[in-house]
C-alpha cells in the first residue's frame, strides 16, 4: 500500500517536470528558430559598409555616457580610455564617483587633469547630494562627479540629471566596447524616427582576450572551465533568447552593461530605481509599462552586433554571490510590477514576457533542482524511477548541452567573433558538457537566491576585479 | 511498457540531434578553414599591389591587373574601399570610378539580380561609394522590383541621387516612397548638387510635410544665405505649425534676417522651441533691445530657453556684463544658476 503511494507520487512528480521540460524545450525552439530566421537575413551583410553612412555628424544623435564608479580603481582609466577612442561623432562621458573608498576619485583627476566647475544640474530625479564636478582641462567632454555613496543606481540618475544630450548609455566600469559600437547601437534609433527609445547591444566576455590601453587587440578564450561556460551562457541568452524576443517587441533586459535609452523617456519613468539589485531589467519592464499606459508606439529592441567586453568571476565564489544577486533583482523587478502578468491590457509583455520569467526564468530553478535530485535518488532505488530518471535526464540533455551547442553553433554562423579553429571546437566540446556541472551548479545558485529573498538577505555582496586590461 | 517506447523515442531523438549538430559543426570548421585561408590570399595580393594600385589612383590612372580571380578581385574592393573613404580630388575619384567599372562593375551586376539580400545591399553601398554610375540602369531595375526592401530603396535611391536625376529621385521621395523617415529623406537629399536640390525648394509646395521638414533641415545644416528669404516666407506661411518651427531653425542656423522685428511677439510664443529659437537667433543683433529680450528669456520657465539665452548673451559685445548682473541682482535663482554656468564656461 504505502510502496503504491509512493510510486504513485513518483510517477506524477516525475511526469510534472517531464511536461515542464517538454514546454519549455519547445518554448526555446520557436525562439531559437526565430533567431535563426533573423540572423539568416542579415548573413554576410558587410557591417562596417552599411554603418559608414551613420558616421556623419548631421545624422547622429548625441549621447551621454554614464560610467558609474564603486570602488573600481584596478579598471576605470582603461575603460574611460576605451570610451576616448570610440567611433562616434559627438558625445559626452561622465564618470559618476560613487563615495569611492579607494583611490578612484584622485586617480581619475590626476591622469586626466580635471578641474572643479561649477555647473547647475537640473533635477530631473532625486538623488543623494553631490560633493564636486569635475571637467577635464585637456578632454571637454570628459566630466567627473563626486557624491555621497548611493549604489549603482543612484549614480546612474546622478549622470542622468548632469547628462546635456537626448540619449543616454550607462555602462560598467570595467568594460572595453569595440570602436563601432555606439554607431551600431543608435542605428535602430536614428533610422526609426525615435519610434525606438532603448537599444542594447550584446555582452561579451573580455577575460582572456588581449586588451591594451583600453583597446581590444585580439579575441581570445580563456583557460578557465568556469569563464568558457559563462561564454557559452552569454552566446545562448544573447544570440538565442534576445534577437527572438526583440522581434516582437517583448524585450525586457536590455544589457545594464551596455544599452542607450532616450533620456525623456527614462525621466519620465521615474529614472533608475534605488532599492533594487536588478536595476537595469527594472527600468526596462517600467519603460515597457509607461510604453502601454500611454498607449505609445515606442519599441525596445536588441542589436546582436555591437559588443561591449566584460569581465567575468573566474572564481566559484564571486559567481555564485553573482548569480544569487541576480536571482534576486530578477524577482524585486518580478514583484514590483507583478500586475503585468498575465494582464492582457499589457499585450505581449503581459501574456508571454512575465508569464516566461516567473515560470521559466525564477522559478525554472526549483524545477531543475527537483529533477536532479529526482535523477540522482532514482539511482538508488531503480525500477519505474529510473525510466522516468533516463526521461529527465534526456530531456534536460536537451534543454541544457543541446542548446548550448546550437548557440554556439549560431555564433560561427552568423557573428563569428572568434578567429580561430579552435575556438570553436573547444566552445563546442565545452557546452556538450554543460547538464553534467555547470547547469546543475547554477541552478543551486539561483535556488540560494531564493532562500535569500525569503529569509530576506538584502545587498550586493563584495565583488573582486582585477581589470581586463594589461 | 509505455513508458520505455518513451525513454527509446527520445534517446534516440537526442543521438539524431546530436548527430545533426556534429555535422553543422563540421561544416563550420570546413568553412571556416577555408575562409581563414581566403583572408590570407586576399591579404597577400593586397599586400602585393597596394602601391602600384596606390600610384595609379594619385596619377589618375588605371591600373592593369590580368589575373581576374575571385581572390584579386576581393582584394581590389577592399583597397578601392579603403582610399574612396580619404582621397577627396576629382582625378583620384574618377580613377577609382574607371577601376571599378572595369573589374567590379560586372560581379555587381549579377549580384544585383541575385537572391540574396546581403550580398545586393552591399554591392549597392560598393556602387555608391565608387560612383559608378554606369550601373544606374541596374540600380533602377532593382528599384522595379516588387519585392525591394526599404534599405535597398534607400541607399538605390541616394545613389541616383548623387547622380544628379532631379525628376527620377523627386518622384520617388514624393509620389512612391513616402513612409521613409526624416532621416532617410535627410540623406537622400544631401546627396544632390547645388543645382537639383534648388529644384527641390522651387517646388517645396508640392512635397509632403516630412519631405518639407527635410528640405529645411538641409537648410539648417547648410547654413546658405541664399535660401534665407526662402525659408522667412515660409515661416511667414506655416507659422504656429511644425513647418514654421523648422524654418526658424534654419533661419537661426544661417544667423541672419532682413528683419528681425517681424519675430519679436516670438518672446511670447506657447511654444518653447520658437522661445529657444528667437533667443538664439536674436545674438546675431546686438542692440539695445536684444538684451532686454534676452534677459527676459533667461528668466524662461523652460530650461532649454534659459540655457539658450544666457548662450546667446556670452556671444553679444556686452553680454558677459549683463550676465553677471543677472548673476549678482536677480531675484529668480535659476536665471541666477544659468548664468553664472555660462560665465564659467569659457575659462575651460
Known amino acids: 500500500m504505502l510502496q503504491q503511494i509512493g510510486e504513485y507520487i513518483a510517477i506524477v512528480f516525475g511526469g510534472f517536470i517531464t511536461i515542464y521540460m517538454v514546454l519549455v524545450i519547445s518554448f526555446y525552439s520557436v525562439i531559437l528558430l526565430l533567431s535563426l530566421l533573423q540572423l539568416r537575413r542579415e548573413y554576410k551583410l558587410d557591417k562596417e559598409q552599411a554603418y559608414d553612412e551613420y558616421l556623419n555628424d548631421l545624422y547622429t544623435k548625441p549621447i551621454s555616457i554614464i560610467v558609474p564608479a564603486f570602488n573600481e580603481e584596478a579598471g576605470l582609466i582603461q575603460s574611460v580610455r576605451s570610451l576616448l577612442g570610440i567611433n562616434y561623432p559627438t558625445y559626452e562621458i561622465i564618470v559618476v564617483n560613487d563615495g569611492s573608498t579607494d583611490d578612484s576619485l584622485n586617480k581619475m583627476i ?30 571637454p567632454n570628459l566630466y567627473l562627479i563626486d557624491k555621497e555613496n548611493g549604489g549603482k543606481a543612484d549614480a546612474l540618475n546622478v549622470g542622468l540629471n548632469f547628462s546635456h544630450y537626448p540619449y543616454i548609455c550607462s555602462l560598467d566600469g570595467d568594460s572595453v566596447l569595440e570602436r563601432d559600437a555606439f554607431l551600431k547601437v543608435m ?14 547591444g550584446s555582452v561579451r566576455i573580455a577575460n582572456g582576450c588581449k586588451i591594451s590601453n583600453g583597446h581590444l587587440l585580439e579575441v581570445g578564450l580563456s583557460k578557465h572551465p568556469l569563464v568558457i561556460m559563462q561564454i557559452i551562457e552569454y552566446l545562448r541568452a544573447f544570440l538565442m533568447g534576445r534577437i527572438g524576443l526583440s522581434r516582437h ?27 533594487t539589485v536588478g536595476e537595469d531589467m527594472e527600468l526596462v519592464v517600467r519603460l515597457h509599462r509607461l510604453i502601454k499606459e500611454k498607449g505609445a508606439k515606442k519599441k525596445i529592441v536588441y542589436v546582436p552586433d555591437p559588443v561591449c567586453w566584460t569581465e567575468v ?69 531503480g525500477g519505474i524511477y529510473l ?6 535526464f534526456l530531456l534536460s540533455c536537451l534543454y541544457g548541452s543541446l542548446f548550448s551547442m546550437a548557440s554556439v553553433l549560431l555564433e560561427e554562423w552568423s557573428l563569428r567573433k572568434y578567429p580561430k579553429v579552435s575556438h570553436i571546437v573547444k566552445l563546442f566540446l565545452y557546452s556538450m558538457t554543460e547538464t553534467l556541472w555547470y547547469r546543475p551548479l547554477t541552478v543551486f545558485w539561483r535556488c540560494e537566491g531564493i532562500w535569500q529573498i525569503i529569509v530576506g538577505e538584502k545587498g550586493w555582496g563584495e565583488m573582486k576585479r582585477k581589470g581586463v586590461s594589461e | ?42 591579404n597577400l595580393i593586397k599586400k602585393e599591389i597596394e602601391t602600384s594600385l596606390f600610384v595609379s589612383i594619385s596619377e589618375g590612372k588605371v591600373y592593369e591587373r590580368s589575373n581576374r580571380d575571385r581572390f584579386s578581385l576581393k582584394a581590389m574592393e577592399e583597397l578601392l574601399k579603403s582610399y574612396s573613404d580619404t582621397v577627396v580630388g576629382t582625378l583620384e575619384i574618377q580613377s577609382i570610378t574607371a577601376m571599378a567599372d572595369k573589374y567590379l562593375s560586372e560581379g555587381y551586376r549579377k549580384v544585383l539580380k541575385g537572391r540574396s539580400w546581403s550580398k545586393r545591399i552591399n554591392a549597392l553601398y560598393h556602387i555608391e561609394d565608387f560612383h559608378m554610375h554606369k550601373l544606374s540602369d541596374d540600380v533602377r531595375q532593382l528599384l522595379q522590383s516588387r519585392s525591394i526592401t526599404k534599405e535597398e530603396v534607400i541607399v538605390s535611391v541616394r545613389f541616383l541621387a548623387a547622380t544628379g536625376m532631379f525628376e527620377e529621385v523627386f518622384e520617388f521621395v514624393n509620389e512612391r516612397y513616402t513612409d521613409l523617415t526624416d532621416f532617410d529623406y535627410r540623406s537622400i537629399l544631401f546627396k544632390l548638387d547645388e543645382h537639383s536640390f534648388g529644384l527641390f525648394v522651387e517646388r517645396f509646395s508640392e512635397c509632403h510635410p516630412t519631405l518639407q521638414w527635410s528640405i529645411l533641415e538641409i537648410i539648417s545644416i547648410r547654413k546658405e544665405l541664399s535660401y534665407l528669404s526662402f525659408v522667412e516666407r515660409i515661416f511667414q506661411m506655416y507659422k504656429g505649425e511644425e513647418t514654421g518651427i ?22 511670447g510664443s506657447s511654444e518653447w522651441q520658437e522661445r529657444m529659437l528667437f533667443a538664439k537667433l536674436i545674438r546675431f543683433f546686438p542692440s539695445e533691445s536684444s538684451y532686454d529680450i534676452l534677459a527676459t528669456l533667461i528668466h524662461d520657465r523652460n530650461w532649454w530657453v534659459r540655457s539658450q539665452a544666457a548662450q546667446s548673451f556670452t556671444k553679444l559685445p556686452k553680454g558677459k556684463e549683463q550676465l553677471i548682473k543677472i548673476m549678482e541682482n536677480s531675484h529668480d535663482p535659476y536665471a541666477r544658476d544659468i548664468a553664472t554656468e555660462w560665465l564659467q564656461k569659457g575659462e575651460i
Open chain 1, 110 to 139: 590626476r591622469h586626466y587633469e580635471m578641474t572643479e566647475i561649477k555647473k547647475v544640474i537640473r533635477k530631473q530625479v532625486e538623488t543623494k547630494n553631490i560633493k564636486g564636478i569635475y571637467q577635464s582641462r585637456t578632454l
Open chain 1, 187 to 200: 542605428k535602430p534609433i536614428m533610422i526609426s524616427n525615435e519610434d525606438v527609445i532603448a537599444s542594447g
Open chain 1, 249 to 275: 517587441n517583448l524585450l525586457l533586459i536590455v544589457s545594464g552593461a551596455f544599452g542607450v535609452f532616450s533620456k525623456s523617456w527614462v525621466a519620465e519613468a521615474g529614472g533608475y530605481k534605488t532599492t
Open chain 1, 313 to 381: 568571476p573566474e572564481e566559484t565564489k564571486f559567481l555564485r554571490r553573482q548569480r544569487r544577486r541576480w536571482h534576486r533583482g530578477l524577482f524585486e523587478s518580478l514583484w514590483a510590477h507583478r500586475k503585468l502578468a498575465f494582464n492582457p491590457k499589457y499585450g505581449s509583455i503581459g501574456m508571454i514576457s512575465f508569464p516566461y520569467f516567473w515560470i521559466v526564468e525564477f522559478f525554472g530553478p526549483i524545477i531543475e533542482l527537483s529533477g536532479y535530485i529526482y535523477v540522482l535518488s532514482s539511482l538508488f532505488l
Open chain 1, 387 to 392: 525510466e522516468f530518471a533516463i526521461i529527465i
Open chain 2, 1 to 42: 511498457m509505455m513508458i520505455s517506447n518513451e525513454v527509446i523515442v527520445l534517446f534516440y531523438a537526442t543521438i539524431f540531434i546530436l548527430i545533426f549538430l556534429l555535422l553543422i559543426l563540421l561544416y563550420l570548421i570546413i568553412r571556416k578553414t577555408l575562409e581563414n585561408q581566403e583572408t590570407l590570399k586576399v
Open chain 2, 246 to 267: 523648422r524654418a526658424l531653425k534654419a533661419i537661426a542656423s544661417i544667423g541672419f534676417t532682413t528683419d528681425i522685428e517681424q519675430f519679436y511677439s516670438l518672446r
